[in-house]
């Protein structure tokens, strides 16, 4: 009896041992599937914005009257009817939601620290440029979730620049 307990006990821990194995195989393939499915949302991210980086330019070579808008906002003298500036802001609020959109799939863990950086890089840009799209861009931000405004300290962001109807009112009393 005592031989047969021996056996059945080196049968047990042999089992326990080959079902520990096993356990780890799931395991890896489960990291591997994760790490898979980390890919694939982060791809799905980058296309997303992708496709609407691409449905803004084509926005510009199929509208020639936007396409010459944006080419005058490059010269100094350069004066805009209020119609004109809520076309250049409406399609710069195009990307500001596109950064936006970078915004929450990083935070979400979707878009890589290097993807995200170059978003965050154009975004610092316009912050820091006084030319009338980036002013129209930075105004976008006053609509935009606190988490992204605080992300970009848009608190310290002057308020008078982020005033969109003020710039509309003056921009109408200098033409």
């Known amino acids: ?5 021996q056996w ?23 990291d591997q599937m994760l790490l898979e499915d980390q890919r694939l949302r982060e791809a799905s991210a980058f296309l997303e914005m992708e496709a609407q980086y691409m449905e803004a330019s084509q926005q510009i070579s199929s509208n020639k009257e936007l396409a010459e808008l944006l080419a005058r906002t490059r010269s100094e003298n350069a004066t805009f009817t209020r119609a ?6 409406s399609f710069m609020s195009q990307y500001a939601r596109i950064d936006h959109t970078a915004y929450r799939f990083w935070t979400a ?9 170059e978003n965050a890089r154009a975004v610092e840009q316009h912050r820091a440029s006084e030319t ?15 988490d992204i405004k605080e992300y970009f300290n848009i608190a310290e962001y002057p308020r008078e620049l982020l005033d ?7 921009a109408e009393s200098d033409t």
């Open 1 to 5: 009896m005592d031989r047969l307990n």
């Open 8 to 30: 059945l006990t080196l049968l047990a821990n042999v089992g326990v041992i080959v079902g520990i194995a096993f356990l780890v195989v799931e395991i890896r393939q489960n």
């Open 84 to 89: 004109e500036l809520v076309m250049l802001t």
């Open 109 to 117: 863990g979707h878009l890589s620290e290097a993807a995200w950086t």
């Open 132 to 146: 009338l799209l980036s002013r129209l861009y930075m105004m976008t931000f006053v609509s935009m979730p606190e």
């Open 164 to 170: 969109l109807e003020a710039f509309l009112k003056k």
